[in-house]
Nanobody, 117 residues
Framework: VQLQASGGGLVQAGGSLRLSCAAS????????MGWYRQAPGKQRDVVAR???????RYADAVKGRFTISRDSAKNTVYLQMNSLKPEDTAVYYC????????????WGQGTLVTVSS
């Protein structure tokens, strides 16, 4: 299973970033995909998940600001993050498998998002 995350960086509060996670074909076509984040000293929490059908689920903290999407032509899942806040600072991880409300078994490497105030 190959999950390659990218797109993290440093951004000012109120700014935007888009994270990408490229998956192997077999993983992408049959699995729920998602993004999680882990801030220093905290547990890893769900940010958003998307089914093959396109149904989505978001954490309350990001609803209305973040959008998850998947591109079947590129086997890639995206996380568009707008109106970023300092509390969004974390390492963001791509996840595959599981269901809309359950974590999958496959993880990509993390990508760091830092939001300055």
């Amino acid at each position: 299973v190959q999950l390659q995350a990218s797109g993290g960086g440093l951004v000012q509060a109120g700014g935007s970033l888009r994270l990408s996670c490229a998956a192997s074909l077999s993983v992408f076509r049959t699995n729920v995909m998602g993004w999680y984040r882990q801030a220093p000293g905290k547990q890893r929490d769900v940010v958003a998940r998307i089914q093959v059908s396109g149904s989505t689920r978001y954490a309350d903290a990001v609803k209305g600001r973040f959008t998850i999407s998947r591109d079947s032509a590129k086997n890639t899942v995206y996380l568009q993050m707008n109106s970023l806040k300092p509390e969004d600072t974390a390492v963001y991880y791509c996840n595959a498998g599981g269901g809309l409300y359950s974590m999958g078994a496959y993880w990509g490497q993390g990508t760091l998002v830092t939001v300055s105030s």
